[in-house]
């Protein structure tokens, strides 16, 4: 236990540093928004080009790792569609509590790998990143269109959205460059490198600075669903599953980690562009993240 707090808490310490960063509004209100797509849009997509594009593949089983991750994010995320009517939900804030359950912040998921099992750790979060990324936007875009709440003209801008995720593609770039052998020539690969250290203790600051701790006042029923989803439920059965495909130990702790992290800071931004419930979203974001700095080691020291 000790070990895995010892690689989790400096994590943790960044968030919460952040969060006193964003408390007193420094070292301005505007500057950590463009601070934040510096790092959304450059730096981290930077980190996963390195990763990826220089990394051995061959040494992470992707197919069972697809499987554990993907298959837990697609039963609970028709589950929490199936108990749409039972939560008694408006449309737009069922839309946040969707995201809430199967949405995941990368940086802490990046950063808790890379602490946990150094360079491997890294390369198999970035792994996961490739596969969850991609289909967790389709999911939650499919929510916001299944509930109701997009006008034709957001539907345009949030499929504009996910072609142009960068994300998704800086997975792509990545693996493309290993599968061509080309990888990073020259002074292209501590460049690269350069710029993807710099990306998960900024971001890491950020999602403290998103923080809203008066959301916290606001209980009810989606919230607690979601809360119990994904800090509960989905790494149970992530490690249920793991255990049972027989994962090596460093994938089924990325594969742990993964279902256990909190919600994307990022979903606040979707729930305000598509239509869902804004104030909602801020709660779950900031409930699950302070949980998960209680939970997250508990799960690990459950799994070692």
Not at 235 to 260: E, K
Not at 281 to 288: E, F, L
């Amino acid at each position: 236990m000790e070990s895995i707090t010892a690689a989790l808490g400096p994590l943790f310490l960044l968030i919460l540093f952040g969060a006193a960063l964003g408390y007193w509004r420094w070292p301005s209100p505007d500057f950590w928004p463009a601070m934040e797509r510096l790092i959304y849009f450059v730096l981290f997509p930077a980190m996963l080009v390195g990763t990826l594009a220089t990394a051995d593949v061959s040494q992470v089983p992707v197919g069972r790792l697809a499987l554990v991750l993907l298959g837990a994010i697609a039963f609970f995320g028709l589950l929490i569609w199936w108990l749409r009517h039972w939560l008694q939900l408006t449309p737009a804030a069922f839309t946040s509590v969707f995201q809430g359950a199967v949405r995941f912040n990368t940086y802490v998921g990046v950063a808790g790998a890379a602490a946990l099992h150094g360079e491997l750790g890294a390369t198999t979060a970035a792994v996961a990143v490739a596969l969850m990324v991609p289909v967790v936007n389709v999911m939650c875009v499919a929510s916001f269109v299944a509930a109701g709440t997009l006008g034709s003209a957001s539907m345009g801008k949030s499929v504009m959205a996910l072609v142009k995720n960068p994300l998704i593609l800086a997975c792509l770039a990545g693996i493309a460059l290993n599968l061509t052998g080309i990888g990073l020539p020259g002074w292209s690969q501590d460049t690269v490198g350069l710029l993807g250290r710099a990306a998960l203790p900024l971001g890491l600051i950020a999602v403290g600075v998103a923080l809203r701790p008066a959301a916290l006042l606001r209980i009810d029923r989606g919230l607690l669903a979601t809360n119990s989803i994904k800090l509960m439920l989905m790494p149970a059965l992530v490690l249920a599953l793991a255990w049972a495909l027989g994962l090596d130990t460093i994938s089924r702790d990325v594969a742990l980690l993964f279902a256990a992290l909190p919600t994307a800071t990022s979903a606040y931004i979707l729930a305000r562009q598509l239509g869902g419930d804004a104030e909602l979203m801020a709660a779950i974001i900031t409930g699950q993240t302070l949980l998960a700095m209680l939970s997250l080691p508990l799960w690990l020291q459950l799994a070692g």
